[in-house]
């Protein structure tokens, strides 16, 4: 097993977990919206503003196959990948799946400070986006409950990277 897949809502942490623990591991990053962004030449907003959500999935579950082709690799979903097609099952079988659940206390307060980064919550104030928060999680918390780690941290640490190595090394050795 040389991937390991991130899941989480929107504002999670996703990202910094996975840039950190990229570099814990001594693997690479790749945070799977820059990688539409890039390959469509557009901001997944915009992407999602031309064309509508069901077209945006559909490029999002491209870019997450091409990941198959990377090794040692840690890969930051975007906050809806788990819950769309298969994309959950297929991450199961192409690497170690890990849920970022942060209190989503926590995650309100990250987007209120980056509004202009999160077009869903924009104009919405902190109760409010709570209760978009819980609504999202609602939907897609089955969909991040399959991951075979669950961090139930805001932030990364030791102990998250000692879980994945062990886990890495579990499962490769089962493959």
């Given at each position: 097993?040389?991937?390991?897949?991130?899941?989480?809502?929107?504002?999670?942490?996703?990202?910094?977990?996975?840039?950190?623990?990229?570099?814990?591991?001594g693997w690479?990053?790749?945070?799977?919206?820059?990688?539409?962004?890039?390959?469509?030449?557009?901001?997944?907003?915009s992407i999602f503003d031309a064309h509508g959500e069901e077209v945006f999935r559909q490029i999002e579950e491209e870019e997450l196959k091409k990941t198959a082709k990377l090794s040692n690799t840690v890969i930051s979903t975007g906050g809806g990948t788990a819950a769309f097609g298969g994309n959950m099952e297929w991450m199961q079988r192409h690497g170690l799946t890990v849920y970022i659940n942060t209190p989503l206390e926590r995650i309100a307060g990250?987007?209120?400070?980056?509004?202009?980064?999160?077009?869903?919550?924009?104009?919405?104030?902190?109760?409010?986006?709570?209760?978009?928060?819980?609504d999202i999680s609602e939907k897609r918390g089955e969909f991040y409950s399959r991951a075979r780690l669950i961090w139930n941290k805001e932030v990364p640490s030791d102990g998250l990277y000692v879980a994945v190595n062990q886990l890495i090394s579990l499962y490769s050795a089962r493959f």
């Amino acid at each position: 097993m040389n991937k390991v897949y991130l899941v989480g809502l929107p504002g999670a942490g996703k990202t910094h977990c996975g840039r950190w623990l990229a570099e814990k591991l001594g693997w690479k990053f790749e945070d799977l919206d820059h990688a539409i962004e890039k390959s469509m030449k557009q901001y997944v907003s915009s992407i999602f503003d031309a064309h509508g959500e069901e077209v945006f999935r559909q490029i999002e579950e491209e870019e997450l196959k091409k990941t198959a082709k990377l090794s040692n690799t840690v890969i930051s979903t975007g906050g809806g990948t788990a819950a769309f097609g298969g994309n959950m099952e297929w991450m199961q079988r192409h690497g170690l799946t890990v849920y970022i659940n942060t209190p989503l206390e926590r995650i309100a307060g990250r987007i209120l400070q980056n509004a202009q980064k999160r077009p869903m919550f924009s104009g919405m104030n902190e109760p409010e986006i709570l209760v978009k928060l819980y609504d999202i999680s609602e939907k897609r918390g089955e969909f991040y409950s399959r991951a075979r780690l669950i961090w139930n941290k805001e932030v990364p640490s030791d102990g998250l990277y000692v879980a994945v190595n062990q886990l890495i090394s579990l499962y490769s050795a089962r493959f």
